[in-house]
């Protein structure tokens, strides 16, 4: 299995984006590395035409709910569906963190999921609220699970959270 690497590119300018796919072509080939980089939802057609131009083996994603989730489920599933159709290979999701029911993120993560076609895969960005044991946390992740989403991505690195996750992949990023 490859390493996980994900550039945030979250925030960033068409012309920002564009410097770092070309320095991303400067880089030597590392075995079956598959760099990721995040864009936000308005970039990715640009992000996706920069790495298909340069012949570069770049997952892109892109992000629907962020960054407080706090968006209608239908929403979310648009704007992940809309990702996926713009050239997206991966949704990362954020829910609502001051809702602690499994079944309330359980029911959004479905109607996203059944909004991105296979073989796009989709992760759950874990909300935070001060501490990782928080339980819209455990919740959001439980709900990931049965959802099949593949990965959980945390802007903090935490063993409860990680334990929390298994099995899916677990994975910090700085978003």
Same mark, same amino acid.
């Not at 012949?55 to 960054?67: C, D, K, R, T």
């Given at each position: 299995m490859s390493e996980f690497v994900a550039l945030s590119m979250l925030g960033a300018s068409a012309d920002q984006l564009k410097k770092i796919v070309e320095q991303m072509g400067t880089l030597p080939h590392i075995g079956n590395q598959c760099f990721r980089v995040v864009v936000d939802p308005t970039q990715i057609t640009l992000a996706a035409q920069l790495v298909k131009d340069a012949?570069?083996?770049?997952? /892109? /994603?892109? +992000?629907?709910?962020?960054?407080t989730g706090?968006?209608?489920?239908l929403i979310k599933a648009s704007e992940a569906r809309l990702a996926v159709q713009s050239g997206a290979e991966e949704i990362w +999701?954020? +829910?609502?963190?001051? /809702? %602690?029911?499994?079944n309330t993120h359980l029911s959004e993560l479905i109607a996203i999921s059944e909004a991105c076609p296979d073989p796009v895969q989709l992760g759950l960005i874990a909300p935070l609220s001060? %501490?990782?044991t928080h339980p819209a946390a455990h919740a959001a992740i439980q709900a990931a699970r049965q959802a099949g989403f593949k990965r959980i991505i945390s802007r903090q690195g935490s063993p409860e959270l990680a334990e929390a996750a298994s099995p899916l992949e677990f994975h910090v990023v700085d978003l």
């Open positions: 012949q570069l083996p770049v997952m /892109i /994603i892109s +992000v629907a709910g962020y960054p706090r968006h209608h489920t +999701v954020s +829910v609502d963190n001051t /809702i %602690a029911d499994s001060g %501490a990782p």
